[in-house]
């Protein structure tokens, strides 16, 4: 073993004394060292998805003082934290990009410049984080070449102005395709319910006449189990089943249509969409696609109409299993009866009144307007409808204050006025083709425009990705003329809108 160790120290001593002798055989030169600054003073930057993002750093070179823009190549990469993997963005010296693309998240952030001429590379990492600031403004469900698209405009930081988004769920990566034609867009707090289910806090649906789906209410993003099918719970489902109506009804309460069917989802009473309500002598009846109720009133029943006996039913919330039929009332109080036997046109809340309003057809094609209280069942209107050319009209919404009934004739918006029962025209707007009329129903008090009438039309020669305007206007009183309010341009043909709240 001493000879082993003899060897070994020798050894040792030999390598030692070679590397010494060694140490004069080099020449040292410095290199050119590249210093990177003005990304962020914290190593943090926040952005805005879909916005533009500027960075610019400040870049120099210790031994290259013309800064040869040839001799550098320039990265910017980022980890996904979703697949963990390595992505580029950029191959720029400054990153200038007219719209963010990454998702909603943190993100590290490496910014290289590689000096070509030797081969080193130089790194500059930071954070960048991506929010969303666009999940307020005006949800548009659009068609565009026939097809659903969901657009939006998009509340600025300012809470003034807007900005249009097209085809919100391919901008933000949703993962979501719309199938089938426009039907609907709702958003509402419903709360979070525990599994099963589809436990998002906030109840954000879009609709075709294919399907309904739910996203995620931050970020757009969508997965399978975010079809509606995965909160119907013992209703045997239609091929392709989906959404008609929804409207909330209260605290963390709605009432939702499809397939002719009444649904109840109450959180409080940890009711889901099951069991349909509209169930009466033993069986099951259809109703028409609209209701009438309060949405930030509970208290208030939900109306809607049985087209098989042409008659008006309610549910008054809590665990009631079934609707409740109207009993008429007697003497001077009656003014029709609720089993109307006439069809169902149109049907809308009154808040002014607190009344429903139900627009019907009798069958010598004459039109009558009903008005009641629908908790106590008391009639307060019934005469018949007289309003210019509406055996044409197309789309129909009633004001929330005043009353005052709004339906267009190709591109012509009337107004009429049921206590005077006289019509006046209040638009023309000649080629254009109007696709939607409506007054938004806030659920929040500090939102002020509720009383707004919204005139949605179209320009049949335009581009269909762009051919959309919507339209604002204060609606007087006394018949007085609209008065333009805000106008918003540069969507698809809107269908269906809806205000996501914040």
Not at 188 to 193: A, I, K, R
Not at 219 to 227: A, E, G, R, T
Not at 439 to 454: A, C, G
Request: aromatic share 14%.
């Amino acid at each position: 073993m001493k000879k082993i160790y003899s060897y070994l120290l020798a050894g040792s001593i030999l390598f030692a004394s070679s590397c010494k002798e060694d140490l004069g055989n080099y020449e040292y030169h410095d290199i050119n060292k590249v210093t990177i600054e003005d990304i962020s003073e914290t190593g943090e930057i926040t952005a805005i998805f879909g916005a533009p993002l500027t960075i610019k750093p400040e870049v120099s070179y210790s031994l290259d003082t013309k800064a040869d823009p040839s001799r550098y190549s320039y990265e910017w990469t980022y980890i996904d934290p979703i697949d963990t993997r390595i992505h580029v963005l950029a191959t720029t010296k400054d990153l200038e990009l007219a719209g963010l693309p990454l998702k909603v998240n943190s993100y590290k952030f490496f910014y290289r410049v590689t000096d070509k001429e030797t081969g080193v590379r130089f790194d500059k990492p930071f954070t960048l984080t991506v929010r969303n600031e666009i999940n307020e403004g005006w949800l548009l469900m659009t068609e565009v070449n026939g097809k659903a698209q969901l657009d939006l405009l998009s509340l600025n930081l300012d809470n003034t102005t807007f900005t249009p988004i097209n085809d919100l769920l391919a901008k933000t990566g949703s993962g979501l395709t719309l199938k089938g034609k426009p039907l609907m867009v709702y958003t509402y707090d419903m709360g979070t319910f525990i599994a099963p289910g589809i436990n998002l806090p906030y109840g954000f649906y879009v609709g075709t006449d294919q399907e309904t789906n739910r996203i995620n209410p931050e970020n757009f993003s969508y997965s399978s189990n975010y079809n509606v099918q995965y909160e119907m719970f013992g209703y045997p489902l239609p091929q392709n089943f989906h959404y008609d109506v929804i409207r909330k009804c209260g605290l963390q309460h709605s009432y939702m249509i499809a397939n002719g069917d009444l649904f109840n989802y109450d959180k409080t009473y940890g009711l889901r969409y099951s069991t349909p309500l509209n169930y009466s002598s033993g069986k099951i009846f259809k109703i028409a696609p609209f209701m009438a109720l309060n949405e930030n009133d509970a208290n208030t029943p939900v109306v809607v109409f049985d087209v098989e006996k042409k008659r008006f039913v309610k549910h008054s919330g809590g665990t009631l299993a079934t609707v409740a039929i109207y009993t008429d009332p007697t003497g001077t109080n009656k003014k029709f009866s609720y089993s109307i036997g006439m069809d169902l046109v149109y049907m809308d809340y009154y808040l002014g009144l607190k009344e429903v309003l139900a627009i019907l057809k009798n069958g010598s094609n004459q039109y009558y307007l009903a008005g009641f209280i629908p908790n106590t069942g008391v009639q307060n209107y019934y005469d018949q409808l007289t309003a210019t050319d509406f055996d044409k009209a197309e789309k129909i919404a009633i004001s929330p204050d005043l009353g005052y009934i709004f339906y267009n004739v190709g591109g012509k918006v009337y107004e009429y006025d049921m206590f005077s029962k006289s019509t006046k025209l209040m638009l023309d707007m000649g080629a254009q083709n109007i696709s939607a009329l409506k007054f938004q129903v806030f659920h929040k008090t500090k939102y002020k425009d509720s009383n707004k009438l919204i005139v949605c039309s179209y320009d049949p020669a335009l581009p269909a990705e762009t051919n959309g305007k919507m339209e604002m206007f204060t609606v007087p009183t006394a018949h007085g003329d609209l008065v333009s309010y805000k106008t918003f341009t540069g969507f698809g043909k809107v269908v269906s809108l809806h205000y996501r709240e914040r």
